[in-house]
């Protein structure tokens, strides 16, 4: 048995039993018991977390699936390995996760936690915690109300990596504010050796449009999304750092999966879409770090399996339901490229909430490019969530017809209309509390098995 002292002992003790209570009598409780532990004992952390290899996840989009593609690759590879699956990604939920799995006795065998975390929790974590790997995705506008603008972001996050210098640093090369940095840690560089189309023009509404060093605004050889790409600054000379690993081809694109070309080697990515790229593009690259084969990794690509409320299909008494979690403009874009992929005829559900979780100023709706929707071959539009009558109207303006919406204030008459469409695919656009309460709805009425 590892000796630990007596505050940490009843920290833990009584966590476990709280997480066990949560999970029965709530079906939830992911930060809760972590709350309690670190009352106990705040440095707790330092002591759950003492015979784990740690990937720790950040970035303001895709740390739920990629967080999920790097558990399961080196879940496939044999590895010992936790998550902290149910998306509780502050600080309380990561003690949860990590005390749920914590064991007296010692492991002999290397043991790895895969570990999605909260962008302004990475410097409480780093506090107590040295990772093997630091990765971040990218950097939008999310939450503004939370955390201002994207360089408020990059600077919480930075706070916590130079607290672990010899942590190694995956990043998205494509991502202009992450080039450069100045830091002491060995650093892997990732993105795109591909032109999606001929766009070399930034939108208006991309989030990071000038240099960083000069504030001059930003050339591109080509854009992926957003401001993401091949950037340049032409007045200073600041430009995307050399990569490590690269998509060098995307050969075809559907509305179930992507097949590309990364290193030379063809990969199929089970799951939709290009941010879905960068994901398998990142979790490949956190990979390599960790000394998997590529057999092992292109294996577990083929075959993942969508997070909960992330393209997670449900089937609702015959009609398939998919689920897109969707919390920005740069995530709601990519979401709509993504399901403009299917070139049949679906319907569409637009959930809009305003709780703290998904930020309280609901203006960013009016950046996301809903005017696409309108050329889509979309036969009933349903609108539900605490601020659906600011999605209806954008929604209108961005020119679908009012005629086709259904307007529904509760989850069950949203239910009933799901269940009374005439096409079989139903899409659903829903932000993050929208997507967890109406999943648990789903629940409640046995269309969902697995709540977290």
Same mark, same amino acid.
């Given at each position: 048995?590892?000796?630990?002292?007596?505050?940490?002992?009843f920290?833990?003790i009584v966590?476990?039993?709280?997480?066990?209570?949560?999970?029965?009598l709530?079906?939830g409780?992911?930060?809760?018991?972590g709350?309690?532990?670190l009352?106990?004992?705040?440095?707790?952390?330092?002591?759950?977390?003492?015979?784990?290899?740690?990937?720790?996840?950040?970035?303001?989009?895709?740390?739920?699936?990629?967080?999920?593609?790097?558990?399961?690759?080196?879940?496939?590879?044999?590895?010992?390995v936790?998550t902290?699956?149910?998306?509780?990604?502050?600080?309380?939920?990561?003690?949860?996760?990590?005390?749920?799995?914590?064991?007296?006795?010692?492991?002999?065998?290397?043991?790895y936690?895969?570990?999605?975390?909260?962008?302004?929790?990475?410097?409480?974590?780093?506090?107590?915690?040295?990772?093997?790997?630091?990765?971040?995705?990218?950097?939008?506008?999310?939450?503004?109300?939370?955390?201002?603008?994207?360089?408020?972001?990059?600077?919480?996050?930075?706070?916590?990596?130079?607290?672990?210098?010899?942590?190694?640093l995956?990043?998205?090369?494509?991502?202009?504010?992450?080039?450069?940095?100045?830091?002491?840690?060995?650093?892997?560089?990732?993105?795109?050796?591909?032109?999606?189309d001929?766009?070399?023009?930034?939108?208006?509404?991309?989030d990071?449009?000038?240099?960083?060093?000069?504030?001059?605004?930003?050339?591109?050889?080509?854009?992926?999304y957003?401001?993401?790409?091949?950037?340049?600054?032409?007045?200073?000379?600041?430009?995307?750092?050399e990569?490590?690993?690269?998509?060098?081809?995307?050969?075809?694109?559907?509305?179930?999966?992507?097949?590309?070309?990364?290193?030379g080697?063809?990969?199929?990515?089970?799951?939709?879409?290009?941010?879905?790229?960068?994901?398998?593009?990142?979790?490949?690259?956190?990979?390599k #770090?960790c000394? %998997?084969?590529?057999?092992?990794?292109?294996?577990?690509? =083929? $075959?993942?399996?969508? *997070?909960? @409320?992330?393209?997670?299909?449900?089937?609702?008494?015959?009609?398939?339901?998919?689920?897109?979690?969707?919390?920005?403009?740069?995530?709601?874009?990519?979401?709509?490229?993504?399901?403009?992929?299917?070139?049949?005829?679906?319907?569409?559900?637009?959930?809009?909430?305003?709780?703290?979780a998904?930020?309280?100023?609901?203006?960013?709706?009016w950046?996301?490019?809903?005017?696409?929707?309108?050329s889509?071959?979309?036969?009933?539009?349903?609108?539900?969530?605490i601020?659906?009558y600011?999605?209806?109207?954008?929604l209108k303006?961005a020119?679908?017809?009012?005629?086709?919406?259904v307007?529904?204030e509760?989850?069950?008459?949203?239910?009933?209309?799901?269940?009374?469409?005439?096409?079989?695919? #139903?899409?659903? %656009?829903?932000?993050?509390?929208?997507?967890?309460?109406? =999943? $648990?709805?789903?629940? *409640?009425? @046995?269309?969902?098995?697995?709540?977290?």
């Amino acid at each position: 048995m590892s000796k630990i002292n007596i505050k940490s002992f009843f920290s833990i003790i009584v966590s476990k039993v709280i997480i066990k209570l949560s999970r029965t009598l709530f079906k939830g409780g992911s930060n809760f018991p972590g709350r309690v532990a670190l009352k106990f004992d705040e440095n707790i952390l330092k002591t759950v977390c003492m015979d784990y290899k740690v990937i720790l996840v950040t970035g303001t989009n895709g740390k739920t699936t990629t967080t999920s593609m790097i558990y399961n690759m080196l879940k496939d590879s044999g590895k010992c390995v936790i998550t902290n699956n149910t998306g509780a990604n502050m600080l309380p939920g990561i003690v949860s996760s990590f005390v749920e799995h914590y064991t007296f006795s010692k492991c002999s065998e290397t043991k790895y936690a895969v570990i999605e975390c909260d962008e302004a929790n990475v410097p409480l974590f780093t506090e107590y915690v040295t990772p093997e790997v630091l990765t971040i995705t990218n950097l939008f506008r999310d939450q503004l109300d939370r955390y201002g603008e994207v360089y408020t972001t990059l600077k919480k996050i930075l706070q916590g990596v130079e607290k672990v210098p010899l942590t190694n640093l995956v990043l998205n090369g494509d991502e202009s504010l992450l080039g450069d940095l100045g830091l002491p840690n060995r650093t892997i560089y990732y993105g795109f050796n591909y032109a999606l189309d001929n766009n070399k023009t930034i939108d208006i509404n991309a989030d990071a449009k000038f240099c960083k060093k000069c504030k001059s605004p930003y050339k591109y050889n080509y854009i992926t999304y957003n401001h993401l790409g091949d950037f340049y600054c032409e007045d200073c000379g600041y430009k995307r750092p050399e990569l490590d690993y690269t998509i060098d081809e995307i050969k075809e694109q559907t509305p179930e999966g992507s097949l590309v070309t990364i290193n030379g080697k063809e990969c199929y990515i089970s799951q939709p879409g290009t941010y879905n790229i960068y994901n398998a593009l990142c979790a490949y690259s956190v990979s390599k #770090v960790c000394g %998997l084969e590529n057999s092992v990794i292109f294996n577990s690509l =083929r $075959k993942q399996q969508s *997070s909960f @409320g992330r393209q997670e299909n449900i089937n609702i008494e015959g009609k398939e339901v998919k689920i897109v979690l969707v919390k920005n403009p740069a995530g709601y874009d990519q979401a709509i490229n993504t399901i403009s992929l299917d070139r049949r005829t679906f319907d569409l559900a637009v959930l809009l909430n305003d709780n703290y979780a998904d930020g309280r100023d609901v203006s960013w709706i009016w950046d996301v490019n809903f005017e696409k929707l309108a050329s889509l071959q979309i036969d009933k539009t349903m609108v539900s969530g605490i601020r659906l009558y600011d999605m209806a109207a954008r929604l209108k303006i961005a020119g679908l017809s009012p005629d086709k919406f259904v307007i529904c204030e509760a989850y069950e008459k949203l239910l009933k209309e799901i269940k009374g469409c005439n096409n079989n695919t #139903v899409y659903i %656009l829903a932000t993050y509390t929208a997507m967890i309460n109406f =999943r $648990k709805f789903l629940n *409640s009425k @046995g269309y969902i098995k697995k709540l977290w």
